[in-house]
């Protein structure tokens, strides 16, 4: 039988929501394989957005490597300081570009390597943070993710008509975002009540931050799409796109959260 798009994409999501689950049971090291994985497939989208093909595969594979050192550096505390892998990096491509430069002057592309380091700062940097989190906290916060992507999917379907931001994202209305909103928010509450120790009204506020960021990545990541010409980054996910398509919410979220938190104790 012959899945629809939108079965396709229920499917995946449940799969998925077992995945985590599982991975969380087993431990600290599965979540360290399940984050490497993870950073390499959509680091690797991010890049192929720029370089199609064979095009600066060089660089791809440098980038991509770099970041399954430092994840891997960052979960399993192999010498101390994960940081170092990013250092190396950036001499690296420091290095890359000297060399283009004094070969080909004017044909060197400052850009690309700007993009090789924005790569490693916009996925295994800010996915490492995971690697800080408690289990509850890290179930609030792709719980969050995810409600606020498929709040918005299902009202912006039924009701959407509106749009926010057609010039980055033709296709996000006002009705879903608020659809995102407000799944996000008793997502964000229940977990915190059942899973959390502060009052019910931080969660509350929590919510609302974490619903905020969830749309601000997914726009971030739309106008990457529409700036390269890319309709999904990828096609891993069937019913989704892309590794970078399912995670682009997480990506703002996870970081806003650890500054929350770190103001504020909800665990």
Same mark, same amino acid.
């Given at each position: 039988?012959?899945?629809?798009?939108?079965?396709?994409?229920?499917?995946?999501?449940?799969?998925?929501?077992?995945?985590?689950?599982?991975?969380?049971?087993?431990?600290?090291?599965?979540?360290?394989?399940?984050?490497?994985?993870?950073?390499?497939?959509?680091?690797?989208?991010?890049?192929?957005?720029?370089?199609?093909?064979?095009?600066?595969?060089?660089?791809?594979?440098?980038?991509?490597?770099?970041?399954?050192?430092?994840?891997?550096?960052?979960?399993?505390?192999?010498?101390?300081?994960?940081?170092?892998?990013?250092?190396?990096?950036?001499?690296?491509?420091?290095?890359?570009?000297?060399?283009?430069?004094?070969?080909?002057?004017?044909?060197?592309?400052?850009?690309?390597?700007? $993009? &090789?380091? /924005?790569?490693?700062?916009? =996925?295994?940097?800010?996915? +490492?943070?995971? %690697?800080? @989190?408690?289990?509850?906290?890290?179930?609030?916060?792709?719980?969050?993710?995810?409600?606020?992507?498929?709040?918005?999917?299902?009202?912006?379907?039924?009701?959407?008509?509106?749009?926010?931001?057609?010039?980055?994202?033709?296709?996000?209305?006002?009705?879903?975002?608020?659809?995102?909103?407000?799944?996000?928010?008793?997502?964000?509450?229940?977990?915190?009540?059942?899973?959390?120790?502060?009052?019910?009204?931080?969660?509350?506020?929590?919510?609302?931050?974490?619903?905020?960021?969830?749309?601000?990545?997914?726009?971030?990541?739309?106008?990457?799409?529409?700036?390269?010409?890319?309709?999904?980054?990828?096609? $891993? &996910?069937? /019913?989704?796109?892309?590794? =970078?398509?399912?995670?682009? +919410?997480?990506? %703002?979220? @996870?970081?806003?959260?650890?500054?929350?938190?770190?103001?504020?104790?909800?665990?």
């Amino acid at each position: 039988m012959k899945l629809s798009s939108h079965q396709k994409r229920v499917l995946t999501g449940l799969i998925l929501f077992f995945i985590l689950i599982t991975v969380l049971y087993l431990g600290h090291a599965a979540v360290t394989i399940v984050i490497l994985l993870v950073s390499l497939f959509a680091l690797w989208e991010f890049y192929s957005m720029f370089w199609t093909g064979t095009r600066r595969i060089l660089l791809k594979v440098l980038g991509c490597t770099a970041g399954i050192l430092f994840v891997l550096d960052t979960g399993l505390e192999i010498t101390n300081s994960p940081v170092l892998f990013l250092a190396l990096l950036f001499w690296a491509a420091w290095l890359c570009f000297l060399v283009e430069y004094s070969r080909r002057k004017e044909k060197a592309g400052l850009e690309d390597y700007l $993009i &090789l380091i /924005g790569g490693i700062v916009y =996925l295994p940097l800010v996915l +490492s943070l995971i %690697l800080t @989190l408690s289990i509850p906290e890290i179930m609030l916060v792709f719980g969050g993710a995810f409600a606020s992507d498929i709040g918005a999917y299902y009202a912006g379907s039924l009701w959407g008509e509106r749009k926010i931001w057609p010039q980055v994202s033709p296709k996000k209305t006002w009705m879903g975002s608020g659809g995102g909103m407000i799944l996000c928010l008793i997502v964000t509450m229940i977990l915190g009540l059942f899973l959390g120790t502060a009052p019910w009204w931080q969660y509350l506020i929590l919510g609302v931050v974490l619903g905020v960021a969830a749309q601000l990545g997914d726009f971030f990541q739309s106008s990457l799409k529409r700036w390269t010409r890319v309709k999904d980054t990828g096609n $891993i &996910l069937p /019913g989704h796109g892309g590794m =970078l398509d399912r995670i682009d +919410s997480v990506l %703002l979220l @996870l970081p806003v959260y650890v500054l929350y938190s770190s103001i504020i104790t909800v665990f």
